[in-house]
């Protein structure tokens, strides 16, 4: 009589107890594929949250920001200067801000609100002076407080020094409480650099911009018409690809409230009537000074 053999499957053909025996190549491949595409998604996922965590951290920066400019303009009945290179001030708190090959002005707007400069080789993230969204990599750029985070509205915050290719906005800071549509105004945005305006927001500037200087490589993160601009090799990839999810920057208005918005809907435009989208969101109209 012969012998039966045992199996542990015996209601399993042999083809079936093969299989069963562990996965085929095929279904390895698709299992590889299936966690591979988790992953993926769990990464997108994250860089997204991350993103929108940054940008909520940003938006408090500019809110803390603009009570400490409303708070300046009701003690001095006039917004800070944008810069100013008067001696009489002294050295700024915390040292100088920049480079001085690029950048001019002892006392920038932030001195004038109570924040020294920050060191440049300490790490950013405890001063609101910092975008957390900052991209900047290049060290020259990275660690210096003027690049890559929020820049002030040069038609408000006026310097006190004229410059060449920017006489427009010498003189007095405005002031917040004479301004007609406050809401609509900005004040300060994430920009390139510590200051910024409508010349740097337009494809035809009233005056040619190279990058010799830092004021020039100013810009709006995400705007289009960055891709026509000479900017510093480190700036490019935050000018073209921008900061925030979506292309967005951070705004706060001249009334103290920060909305998001897409960086093209600030942009500036000249037809054959003049500039769009100038007033009252770049420049004010109406009586603004003391």
């Avoid at 924040?115 to 002076?129: A, E, F, G, R, V």
């Avoid at 960055?226 to 920057?249: C, F, I």
Wanted: proline share 10%; net charge positive.
């Amino acid at each position: 009589m012969q012998a039966r053999h045992s199996t542990p499957w015996p209601f399993l053909d042999g083809k079936a107890r093969l299989k069963a025996r562990g996965f085929t190549l095929i279904e390895l491949l698709v299992v590889i594929f299936i966690m591979a595409l988790l992953v993926a998604l769990s990464v997108s996922s994250l860089r997204r949250a991350k993103g929108q965590a940054q940008s909520t951290v940003c938006q408090s920066n500019l809110r803390q920001m603009l009570v400490e400019f409303a708070t300046y303009e009701v003690a001095n009945g006039q917004l800070p200067y944008s810069s100013n290179m008067n001696p009489r001030l002294g050295p700024p708190p915390g040292g100088l801000a920049g480079n001085a090959a690029r950048d001019s002005g002892d006392w920038w707007w932030f001195h004038f609100l109570g924040h020294p400069t920050p060191h440049p080789y300490i790490s950013p993230k405890p001063s609101i002076l910092y975008c957390p969204s900052n991209p900047l990599t290049e060290p020259s750029l990275k660690y210096n407080c003027l690049y890559g985070n929020y820049g002030v509205n040069w038609s408000l915050c006026r310097g006190s020094s004229p410059l060449p290719l920017f006489m427009e906005f010498e003189g007095k800071p405005l002031t917040l409480s004479h301004l007609i549509k406050a809401s609509e105004i900005l004040l300060i945005v994430d920009s390139g650099y510590a200051l910024i305006s409508w010349y740097h927001v337009t494809a035809n500037p009233p005056s040619p911009m190279g990058n010799r200087h830092g004021c020039e490589t100013a810009y709006l993160p995400g705007l289009g018409i960055n891709h026509g601009r000479d900017l510093l090799p480190g700036q490019k990839e935050d000018a073209l690809d921008g900061r925030h999810p979506n292309k967005t920057v951070n705004v706060g208005f001249a009334d103290s409230h920060v909305e998001r918005k897409i960086a093209e809907a600030l942009l500036v435009t000249k037809t054959e009537e003049g500039y769009t989208n100038l007033h009252p969101l770049w420049k004010p109209n109406g009586p603004s000074g003391p």
